[in-house]
């Protein structure tokens, strides 16, 4: 994601929105219509979200809402949900509803306070983390925390089924949630997932760009010379891995959004009794399942949302 203004620019750079909208679509989700982007682009965002966002995510949640599972055993009961589709559920329509708007809150929001506050003389690592943990928090409660409700919801039915309950469609669970709890049962676990994007980005952006300047100086190169994609791309990957040090955080989420309900847990859940729950029942082991595919998911988000961003960006202001 680039952080300088171009010369001579003043005031908000609006084309951010749609650079993050066009990044985000790289991990999850469908392309948007009435876009100006020519059809190839669209073609490379649904071969990468066929490869890697979705089910990467569904992995991840498996993991984490069935904390004894190994990862074989995880891809074992996704797969035994319809093959190859199993590891697209909730795909359709959270998934695509949540990208559609999540990376163009976050790249035009983070852009413009790590603009801000670099041109205050913040160093870029300080810098990307407070624009990281900006746009975090603002894509949290604009709109991801139906989404990832919905989505949660969708991966962790199979469990209604395992307990000889018919689980309901999509939509008749969205519509039941909606009748008993209203906006709040929708919204279930955004506060979690306000905490976790605040860390994961604030972290993803800040080891980035640490690791940025860290190349610099290994490579001898000014603040004003252009790294390589190469090394673009090695930043990115540092910062998306270190950045899953939270992942408890991830793990009460999928927990407070799941669809299993059990009496020892009641049902309000809030981030600390749904940790102190974990914990009793798992112990740290079970705050850090699923860590393996967020790696993965987490360098390749880091990678489209901080370093291809700053690719398209350029080719945006182009056209």
């Not at 089910?55 to 055993?73: D, G, H, I, Y």
């Not at 995880?74 to 559609?100: C, D, H, K, N």
């Amino acid at each position: 994601m680039a952080i300088t203004k171009e010369p001579g620019q003043k005031g908000v750079s609006w084309s951010n929105i749609a650079v993050g909208a066009i990044m985000n679509m790289f991990v999850g989700g469908e392309f948007v219509h009435g876009t100006v982007f020519p059809s190839p682009v669209l073609l490379t965002e649904k071969l990468q979200v066929t490869t890697l966002g979705q089910p990467l995510e569904v992995l991840k949640t498996q993991m984490a809402a069935n904390r004894s599972q190994t990862m074989f055993q995880a891809v074992q009961t996704v797969w035994s949900r319809g093959g190859v589709a199993g590891f697209y559920q909730g795909l359709i329509p959270w998934a695509w509803i949540e990208a559609s708007t999540k990376g163009a809150v976050l790249l035009f929001t983070a852009s413009e306070i790590e603009t801000a506050t670099t041109a205050m003389g913040v160093s870029p690592a300080a810098a990307g983390l407070l624009g990281g943990m900006s746009g975090g928090i603002v894509q949290a409660y604009a709109t991801m925390g139906f989404c990832t409700c919905m989505k949660t919801a969708e991966i962790t039915r199979h469990k209604q089924a395992a307990a000889g309950i018919t689980p309901p469609s999509t939509w008749a669970v969205f519509a039941d949630i909606y009748r008993r709890e209203g906006i709040a049962g929708i919204n279930k676990g955004v506060n979690a997932v306000a905490v976790r994007q605040c860390t994961n980005w604030g972290s993803r952006m800040g080891f980035a760009r640490l690791a940025e300047s860290s190349i610099r100086k290994m490579k001898g190169k000014g603040e004003d010379e252009k790294l390589t994609a190469f090394e673009k791309i090695l930043s990115s990957s540092i910062g998306g891995a270190l950045a899953t040090w939270n992942q408890p955080i991830e793990v009460v989420r999928v927990e407070m959004q799941s669809m299993a309900k059990g009496a020892e847990r009641g049902e309000k859940k809030t981030i600390l009794n749904t940790l102190s729950y974990i914990y009793k029942e798992t112990g740290i082991k079970g705050l850090y399942r699923g860590v393996t595919p967020r790696i993965g998911l987490g360098i390749w988000q880091t990678v489209c949302m901080v370093s291809l961003a700053d690719y398209v960006k350029a080719w945006v202001k182009k056209q």
